[in-house]
RNA sequence: GGGGUGGUGGCGCAAUUGGUUAGCGCACCGGACUGUCGAUCCGGUGGUCGCGGGUUCGAAUCCCGUCCACCCCGCCA
């Protein structure tokens, strides 16, 4: 008989009752009567019932060990009394009636209490991650994530798709997000960043001629925290392919993405090929660049009526440059006016000047801006936004990008607190479209909106004769449920587009040449046409685990301040390392001061 | 860097809004119990109410400062 097992705790049936057997776990749960103990055993697997009889020489050792002691137990497969049989659990049938145990290794009392509910606190929870991951909901987050990957693996190969490694330890890169940096000993002075993302690597590969790259990679970027963004690390599927058009990226994503996002839920996933939203009409819509289509609110412009009313305050703002944008809503009239205050109150705590609404309340129409509009505005505003008896149209007047923002967040606070999000559903759409170019609120200078190495629309031609302003990128994002996905391009392969756009944003020849050398090299020896996008694999678990927080899905997180509380990551090095790496910490006194920790050796 | 919410035995929470000895559930310890499966029943240990000041006859509660955690904004090509 094996040392340990020769089951799992997930295995025993009914038609293995006879049988003489050996189990490994922990001790989840136990139930003591005295006379006979029951104990919840536990593996990776599932749980079995063992019984303990109190003739057993190990009875007392049992009865008194603490929850998560480590046993190993041999005895009988015994079927359960028809009435004492638990539905509940795969082995529920059947119980193992101990002959022999030995205790493997004994546990302390646990900081958090596996078997109930409860989370515990955060800090806590990360501090002893190792004992959270043993509970179920989390235990199964994280073999889910494993079987995603390996799901999503083979759903790339069946596309033809190679998975190659690239660098960890890379380059700063002038664009993008501050880099973790690694400092050099054999350069003094000089520094390693690990890569934002895999960018360039793949794209060499794509130079390379390898066609189709991809890789389940780490990402490393050093920002703060959010629900749905661990700091410091994060995967991506990443992938590129050569010779292809925006249409052949979108199909391969919407095959493996849906059939991953079936495979992995029971929640009803939108067919595809999916919605293209242009990026503009996605901002006038819904108000952002990441709509949850699964809200039915879709916001429409109606400056010029506002302009030519007899309400001052919208028409003189509208004059001075200002939009209206209207948030229908439906069957909400009878709300209590605390209702319709509170949201008021919140559209001005994100900055909005006030917030104008109508009812539809039978014939007549209601509200605080009523009486200074006509029945014809009255009228024009219904067919527009559709509104009928019951309904009601919120107003948001302010500059355009102001008026999408504070729209679309009230947007999505009116599709949570009137509960109109159906929770059965992934709603994915690709926002498509982005602008090349943007101009920069505070200087009014022309820079680049979002990836510099997109491909503009229209090409060189688009460069040289179009409003830079009205130049749209082959640019693309995935959505799903209003949680950006994923973000991809047509990448620019032709170094003379490549100058061109930097000139438009301001950047000569040589920055070009300085601070994208590699890639702009390697581009005068011909490069195919290429493009990729890299589906987030966190916030896709996430999703697919029904998690609200990006944490539950990852074995071992950060906390908000990017800390390791396991690990006691980042901690402070020996003088030595440092002297090694040619550092010297600036303000080291004062930061030993406020975080009381002792000094170490100071320099000469 | 800014805003919000919170911090009370090991864990999750309460304390009637300033008033008796700070309670409850789980865990833990002791006892009872041969069919439970979140076992049950009886008894018990455990708290500087995050920390430091202040107001008051009296502070978990009010004020000021500070630390920590989470959520959001900024940031994330």
Redesign the pocket.
């Known amino acids: 008989m094996h040392l340990y097992r020769t089951h799992t705790c997930n295995q025993l049936r009914a038609t293995d009752a006879g049988a003489t057997v050996k189990l490994s776990g922990w001790i989840f ?8 103990l ?1 104990i ?1 055993l536990r593996d990776h697997y599932g749980l079995t ?1 063992v ?1 303990v ?3 057993r020489p190990f009875f007392d050792t049992l ?2 060990a ?2 998560e002691t480590v046993v190993t137990v041999v005895g009988e497969v ?1 079927l ?2 028809p ?4 539905p ?2 795969a082995t ?1 049938e059947v ?1 193992l ?1 101990a002959n022999e145990c030995l205790v493997e290794a004994a546990s302390e ?5 596996l ?10 929870r ?1 501090k002893y991650r190792f004992l959270d991951l043993r509970r179920g909901r989390i235990h199964n987050n994280i073999l889910l994530r494993s079987k995603i990957i390996s799901f999503l693996r083979k759903a790339m190969e069946a596309h033809g798709f190679n998975e190659y490694q690239t660098p960890i330890l890379t380059c700063s ?1 002038p ?4 880099d973790y940096l690694v400092p050099s000993r054999v350069h003094h002075g000089k520094f390693y960043a690990l890569p ?2 895999p ?1 360039l690597f793949k794209q060499l590969l794509m130079v390379a001629g390898f066609d189709r790259y991809f890789q389940i990679a780490p990402c490393f ?1 050093d ?7 661990s700091p410091g690390e994060f995967y991506q599927l990443d992938m590129e392919m050569s010779f292809v058009t925006q249409d052949d990226v979108f199909a391969v994503v919407e095959d493996v993405v849906s059939k991953t996002f079936a495979a992995f839920s029971k929640k009803t996933v939108d067919p595809t090929p999916w919605i293209r939203i242009p990026y503009r009409e996605s901002m006038l819509k819904y108000g952002s660049d990441k709509p949850d289509l699964r809200i039915p609110i879709e916001m429409f412009d109606c400056s010029e009526l506002f302009k030519a009313s007899g309400f001052n305050a919208f028409a003189a703002a509208v004059k001075a440059g200002a939009v209206v944008r209207a948030l229908p809503v439906k069957g909400i009239k009878d709300k209590p006016r605390s209702f319709f205050d509170k949201l008021v109150e919140h559209a001005k ?1 994100l900055g909005s000047k006030g917030l104008a609404y109508l009812v539809w309340d039978g014939d007549a129409v209601k509200g605080p801006i009523q009486k200074f509009l006509t029945p014809d505005e009255l009228a024009t505003l219904a067919q527009m936004g559709g509104a009928q008896d019951g309904d009601v149209l919120f107003f948001v007047c302010d500059a355009a990008d102001k008026a999408a ?1 504070i729209g679309g967040d009230l947007r999505v606070k009116l599709g949570r607190d009137l509960e109109l999000i159906n929770k059965d559903v992934f709603r994915f759409c690709w926002i498509v479209d982005f602008p090349m170019f943007e101009k920069d609120p505070e200087t009014g200078a022309v820079i ?6 997109s491909m503009p629309q229209g090409g060189m031609e688009a460069l040289c004769g179009k409003d830079p302003l009205d130049i749209l990128a082959f640019q693309y994002d995935v959505v799903c449920n209003g949680i950006e996905l994923s ?1 991809g391009a047509i990448r620019n392969h032709l170094p003379e587009i490549m100058y061109k756009a930097f000139e438009i944003a301001g950047y000569g020849p040589e920055v070009v040449e300085e601070k994208f050398s590699c890639l702009l090299n390697a581009f005068k020896y011909g490069a195919p046409p290429h493009g990729g996008i890299a589906p987030g694999v966190d916030r896709m678990v996430m999703l697919l685990a029904g998690e609200d ?1 990006i ?1 539950e899905v990852i074995a071992f997180p950060m ?3 990017a ?1 390791d ?1 396991m690990m006691n990551a980042p901690s402070e090095v020996t003088e030595k390392q440092l002297r090694e790496l040619h550092i010297k910490i600036r303000g080291r006194d004062l930061h030993l001061a ?1 975080t009381g920790d002792l000094p170490i050796a100071h320099q000469p």
């Open positions: 749960r136990m139930r003591d009567h005295g006379g006979i029951f919840d019932q019984v009889h109190p003739s009865s008194k603490r929850l015994t359960r009394e009435a004492t049989v638990n509940d659990i529920g119980e009636v009392q646990t900081p958090l209490y078997p109930g509910d409860e989370d515990g606190a955060e800090d806590l990360l890169s664009e993008g997000a501050r934002q993302a960018q970027r920002e703060d925290a959010r629900a749905d963004r705590s923002k680049f909106s979002h990836n510099p190495f973000s927080n944490r906390n908000q301040k800390q509380l406020t």
